[in-house]
Structures are given as C-alpha cells and as structure tokens.
C-alpha cells in the first residue's frame, strides 16, 4: 500500500523538498515512474548518477544549474574515476565528475540547445536562462565576463544609494603570512569594515566568503573574539557558521554585501592562487552572491595574475 500512502500524503502536501542522498530510504518502495514531477536544483553540483534513482521514480524531470558555478565534489581521485568508466564502457567526458554533472547531462539530453563559446571551443546548454535579476555592477559585469560570454541580459535597476562602505572594490592588503593560507592584516582590516557598517546602523545583510578552509576557520575565531557581532546579531556563534564559509558553501544564497577574504599572502602560494583563478567556478560563485556591494580583500599584486581574478581587477578599483 506504499503507493497509496504517498498518493494520500501527496493530497495534503503536493510538493516535499529532500536530497538525493534520502532518496533511496523514502522511496524504495516505489515502482518507476510512480511519481509526476521532479525538480532538481542546483544540478551542476550533482554527479550524474546521485539523481539516477529519483529520476527511474518519476515520469518527468525539470533539471536547473549551472555547470560554471561550484562543480560536484568528488572524493575518489580523478585516476581512479577514469579507469573505473574505462572498466565499464563509460566515456568519463560525459559522465565524470567533477566535468560532468546532473546539468551537463540533462543539456546533452535536451532536443534543443544552445552554444556557448568557450576557449577554442564551446559548449551545449539545453535552454539557457540569460536574463540576470540579482546582482548590480560590477559584479554582473564581472560574472558575464568570466563565464558567459557576455551573453547574460541585466534586467535589475541599480539602486542610486551609496552603501556606507562606498563603492564596490578591491582592498588591496599587503600582509605577513600565515600559518599556511591564513593572514591576520586581512581579518583585521575585515572587522574594521564590519564595525563601520554597524556603527552606520546596517544590518548585518552580508557574507564572508573565502577560498580556503583554513582562513574561513580563522574568519570565525578572529570575529567571536572581537566582539564586533556582540549585539549586532542573535546569537554570533551560529552566525559565523552560517554566515562566514569557503564559497563552496554559500552556492545558491545572496546577501546585500559580500566580503570576499583571499588570503594565501605568501609569493610561493602560486598553486594556491592559480587553482582558485583557473577556472570560473569558484570567482563566479563568490561574485555573484552580492546584490549590492562586493569587497575583496586581499593582495592584489599576487592575486591579480591568478586566472579570472585578472577580470576582477580591471573592473574593481582601489
């Protein structure tokens, strides 16, 4: 009767909200096709197999990403994923993570598509959704750049109030390193911006991103210590957590302002900056989740050379 149930419960409550990862506990009764619609979200950052089950339930699948934000996270190193499609007759350029995702195979399924150029080549995306209502200038500008071809159409209006920071920039903080990608002059510099915008009686609308785990960790000690949260927000613990990460964790929020704290200070940190700069993903991410304002924190002298963040220096001024 475990078809009856769902139906009954579907009755009362017509859409349920879960992750791939339950499917398989709340629905492995089901026979395929047992259920009408399935709507994925955020299916760049799926490997293609994680909706494989939801997807046999389910007569119809509407599939929604983008594969140049945040890239599925993969554990297995890339050799052995290889060799494992090679064992089984997959082509890992369709179905690999973390180059393919639940979005890109959902795009090479579509009847229609379009072409984006990219590189020397380009790349099929099954109906692509270019009209952009989140973010003002510059970092619309900077994300259709680095990621779209400049094809995306601006349909927010700018608000003409000047935030209390002034204009999106780039904050160029010359630091002493470490220990590894962490520099206390950044998060110094940071807490002085956050206790201007207190004192000019913001709200704390804001998120802190970082590309590196080790300084997102130091971000949230060096503000509960300084007491700037203390009586602007409930509770500040649960706020850096939520509030201040890596920007793998921030994909699909927005927030007013963004502060984006680079670190990896030291000249010998090229590897560093150049992952975090090769591709679009992470810099398109981090972006474009400032409606209004973005700040980047960091040593422009290093970071600038960095991939896309060549992109991020011609548009925001000192």
């Given at each position: 009767?475990?078809?009856?149930?769902?139906?009954?419960?579907?009755?009362?409550?017509?859409?349920?909200?879960?992750?791939?990862?339950?499917?398989?506990?709340?629905?492995?009764?089901?026979?395929?096709?047992?259920?009408?619609?399935?709507?994925?979200?955020?299916?760049?950052?799926?490997?293609?197999?994680?909706?494989?089950?939801?997807?046999?339930?389910?007569?119809?699948?509407?599939?929604?990403?983008?594969?140049?934000?945040?890239?599925?996270?993969?554990?297995?190193?890339?050799?052995?994923?290889?060799?494992?499609?090679?064992?089984?007759?997959?082509?890992?350029?369709?179905?690999?993570?973390?180059?393919?995702?639940?979005?890109?195979?959902?795009?090479?399924?579509?009847?229609?598509?379009?072409?984006?150029?990219?590189?020397?080549?380009?790349?099929?995306?099954?109906?692509?959704?270019?009209?952009?209502?989140?973010?003002?200038?510059?970092?619309?500008?900077?994300?259709?750049?680095?990621?779209?071809?400049?094809?995306?159409?601006?349909?927010?209006?700018?608000?003409?109030?000047?935030?209390?920071?002034?204009?999106?920039?780039?904050?160029?903080?010359?630091?002493?390193?470490?220990?590894?990608?962490?520099?206390?002059?950044?998060?110094?510099?940071?807490?002085?911006?956050?206790?201007?915008?207190?004192?000019?009686?913001?709200?704390?609308?804001?998120?802190?991103?970082?590309?590196?785990?080790?300084?997102?960790?130091?971000?949230?000690?060096?503000?509960?210590?300084?007491?700037?949260?203390?009586?602007?927000?409930?509770?500040?613990?649960a706020w850096v957590w939520e509030h201040?990460?890596?920007?793998?964790?921030?994909?699909?929020?927005?927030?007013?302002?963004?502060?984006?704290?680079?670190?990896?200070?030291?000249?010998?940190?090229?590897?560093?900056?150049?992952?975090?700069?090769?591709?679009?993903?992470?810099?398109?991410?981090?972006?474009?989740?400032?409606?209004?304002?973005?700040?980047?924190?960091?040593?422009?002298?290093?970071?600038?050379?960095?991939?896309?963040?060549?992109?991020?220096?011609?548009?925001?001024?000192?």
């Amino acid at each position: 009767m475990i078809a009856d149930l769902w139906a009954s419960f579907f009755l009362v409550v017509p859409l349920i909200s879960t992750t791939f990862a339950s499917v398989n506990r709340m629905f492995s009764r089901l026979p395929t096709e047992a259920l009408g619609w399935l709507l994925v979200d955020e299916a760049g950052q799926a490997v293609p197999q994680a909706a494989v089950g939801a997807m046999m339930r389910t007569k119809r699948s509407v599939v929604v990403g983008d594969p140049l934000q945040i890239e599925p996270v993969v554990t297995l190193p890339y050799s052995l994923t290889e060799e494992i499609c090679a064992f089984f007759g997959v082509d890992p350029l369709k179905y690999n993570a973390p180059d393919a995702s639940v979005q890109t195979v959902a795009d090479a399924a579509s009847g229609y598509c379009a072409k984006f150029p990219i590189g020397s080549g380009h790349r099929d995306v099954g109906a692509p959704l270019l009209v952009h209502r989140r973010c003002d200038s510059p970092m619309f500008d900077i994300s259709n750049e680095i990621a779209y071809s400049n094809l995306m159409v601006q349909a927010k209006t700018s608000s003409n109030a000047i935030p209390i920071l002034g204009s999106s920039c780039w904050l160029d903080v010359v630091g002493k390193p470490g220990p590894d990608k962490w520099c206390a002059d950044e998060a110094a510099l940071l807490i002085d911006m956050l206790q201007k915008l207190r004192t000019g009686g913001a709200a704390a609308d804001l998120y802190i991103v970082t590309p590196f785990v080790i300084v997102q960790d130091n971000l949230r000690q060096e503000l509960l210590r300084s007491g700037v949260l203390r009586g602007w927000v409930d509770r500040p613990d649960a706020w850096v957590w939520e509030h201040v990460g890596t920007v793998h964790t921030v994909q699909g929020r927005e927030a007013g302002t963004v502060f984006f704290v680079l670190g990896a200070q030291a000249k010998s940190q090229n590897g560093a900056r150049n992952w975090a700069g090769s591709r679009p993903n992470l810099a398109n991410v981090a972006v474009t989740r400032a409606k209004t304002s973005l700040y980047v924190i960091g040593n422009r002298s290093l970071w600038k050379t960095a991939g896309v963040f060549s992109v991020l220096h011609r548009y925001l001024s000192d």
